[in-house]
């Protein structure tokens, strides 16, 4: 082998040891079920984790992660919670209201379970590593139906194509510049109600929200950007679609398709009821 050959090789081996010392393990939640184990998704009772985000969580989505964490009862209980989740059968024809109470839910717990775990700190971002290391939206991973899935599949592979923009306005990655966390369970029963709820909390919120309508401009969080292909082709659809949400005095000109639309900074901040 030529000198360059060695050193190109010595190159690869380096980099594959260094991949591999610092390449995260998974994180999994919840547990293994076998077939016969799992029950229905309309079997599935949210009741623990609506008991704990009443008692954690205030009217403006600010968690007291400190107090929470310092409860074993509770930290114990949102643990038997996400084991719960695990014993659901996902069949292909359950409703969709069931289907985004789920998921929605499951989304919310295993990030605040994340956050639990790494607390203190001061963003879910300090738990993201882009190339080596763990990576809190990728690694941290709950097992669902026989499956694991990260807090990225379940947006981008399970939540994102039920063709519910809404769902943008209530699952939470743990930060000020995301929706509000609810402080009470989404159920079936009233999926739309919530979802609908929360997005007008989201839009009445000027830090998510504001708008000139002399000046016919509108300036929305960027999670209008990121996603903005769930609320149609182009800004003026994406306006429109999110027109019966904002304040009632900028229904005309979110509706009208004619606003400027520039987007605002994202609060990356934890939603720390001890920090604001």
Not at 254 to 271: E, F, H, I, M, T
Request: proline content about 4%; some cysteine; overall charge neutral.
């Amino acid at each position: 082998m030529s000198t360059l050959g060695r050193i190109i090789t010595l190159a690869f081996l380096i980099a594959a040891e260094t991949t591999s010392t610092f390449a995260a393990s998974p994180v999994t939640l919840g547990k293994n079920l076998t077939a016969s184990e799992r029950i229905p998704i309309a079997r599935i009772d949210h009741v623990q984790w609506d008991t704990l985000v009443k008692k954690y969580v205030n009217s403006k989505g600010m968690v007291d992660y400190e107090r929470w964490q310092k409860n074993s009862s509770d930290m114990q209980k949102l643990d038997r919670y996400l084991d719960h989740l695990s014993e659901v059968i996902i069949a292909a024809d359950a409703k969709k209201a069931d289907q985004l109470a789920f998921w929605i839910n499951a989304y919310n717990a295993v990030t605040v379970k994340g956050i639990l775990r790494e607390y203190p700190t001061t963003s879910i971002r300090n738990h993201t590593a882009k190339f080596f290391g763990y990576n809190i939206w990728d690694d941290l991973q709950l097992i669902v139906d026989g499956k694991s899935y990260s807090l990225n599949q379940m947006e981008h592979e399970v939540l994102r194509k039920m063709q519910e923009p809404r769902i943008h306005f209530a699952i939470v990655c743990a930060s000020i510049g995301c929706p509000r966390l609810l402080n009470e369970a989404y159920v079936p029963s009233k999926i739309d109600q919530q979802l609908t709820s929360n997005a007008k909390a989201f839009f009445a919120d000027p830090t998510k929200f504001n708008y000139d309508k002399t000046m016919k401009t509108i300036a929305v969080s960027p999670i209008l950007d990121w996603f903005s292909e769930d609320f149609g082709p182009t800004t003026a659809e994406q306006m429109q679609r999110i027109a019966p949400f904002v304040p009632k005095e900028a229904h005309d000109l979110a509706g009208g398709g004619q606003a400027r639309v520039s987007y605002l900074d994202y609060d990356w901040d934890l939603n720390d009821q001890a920090k604001k």
